[in-house]
């Protein structure tokens, strides 16, 4: 690379860039990106994966927080019409920008580790113009995406993730694929956006808060973590053990329980 164009990953970015080629081509293979696609890229670095999207002729916006690379990006890509750089923050980007129609958009980014679950929350949000998901992310953190009920890594992220999406654990990718290497292993993950929600809540914002509630002491039993929401006759009455812990339940059960919430809850609970 261009001396000019020469950057240090950054610790306060969780930066760590992927030059693993192998690795590369078969995160390119999973996405298979295609001519007439839109795609967003969060946080591209220095562009590794970026190249090969671009190869396939469709369209890519790009989402990049670190100005110092914002000039290597447009020093390598700016010259090709299907790309387009937005420099900011992914947290407080504005899908909306991008006109996608629903349904159309693919997301891909190798996620930063310190952002990765706000910024999945933040995607949730705009899961009607998503057409599918492929991030690279800690080995951890896809786990408890991919978790299902009965075990410590089923949780708040396992159950809002799959309420909205279809998980694939794909593959997974050692340390020394990155240069830093972090500290952890990564994996890569295929999230798809459920055409009709399998299990669709009367309010999904009183789903968030009982599970937020639930798990918040997840050691404890459903009757005790959900009592400033639910009375025991509640819990009950939306077909649920109060006596079980909240790792116990399915998604399903969760939805009950917060369309319990929702038949008997004044607007203040969403305050």
């Not at 997301?107 to 580790?113: A, K, W």
């Amino acid at each position: 690379m261009n001396e000019q164009y020469q950057h240090r990953a950054r610790k306060r970015f969780g930066q760590n860039f992927l030059h693993d080629a192998g690795v590369i081509d078969r995160i390119l293979r999973a996405i298979r990106a295609r001519a007439g696609e839109r795609l967003l890229e969060i946080g591209p670095g220095q562009g590794a994966l970026t190249e090969g999207i671009l190869g396939s002729g469709a369209q890519l916006d790009v989402v990049e927080l670190d100005k110092d690379l914002v000039p290597i990006l447009s020093h390598k890509f700016g010259h090709l019409e299907n790309f387009n750089l937005h420099q900011g923050d992914a947290l407080k980007f504005d899908f909306g920008r991008l006109q996608a129609a629903p349904r159309t958009l693919r997301v891909v980014g190798n996620l930063p580790y310190n952002i990765s679950t706000p910024l999945i929350f933040h995607l949730l949000k705009n899961a009607s113009v998503i057409q599918d998901m492929h991030f690279m992310l800690q080995k951890e953190v896809v786990e408890r995406m991919a978790a299902g009920p009965g075990g410590g890594d089923w949780g708040r992220l396992s159950i809002m993730v799959q309420y909205h999406c279809r998980v694939e654990h794909l593959f997974n990718v050692g340390p020394g694929a990155f240069n830093p290497p972090p500290k952890v292993d990564s994996a890569i993950v295929r999230l798809v956006p459920h055409e009709t929600l399998p299990y669709p809540a009367k309010d999904h914002r009183l789903l968030e808060r009982v599970v937020r509630e639930a798990f918040n002491q997840r050691r404890k039993t459903l009757r005790n973590t959900l009592k400033a929401l639910l009375d025991a006759p509640a819990i009950e009455a939306a077909g649920v053990d109060g006596s079980l812990r909240p790792e116990q339940l399915d998604l399903a059960a969760f939805v009950r329980l917060a369309d319990q919430l929702f038949e008997q809850a004044p607007p203040s609970v969403l305050d």
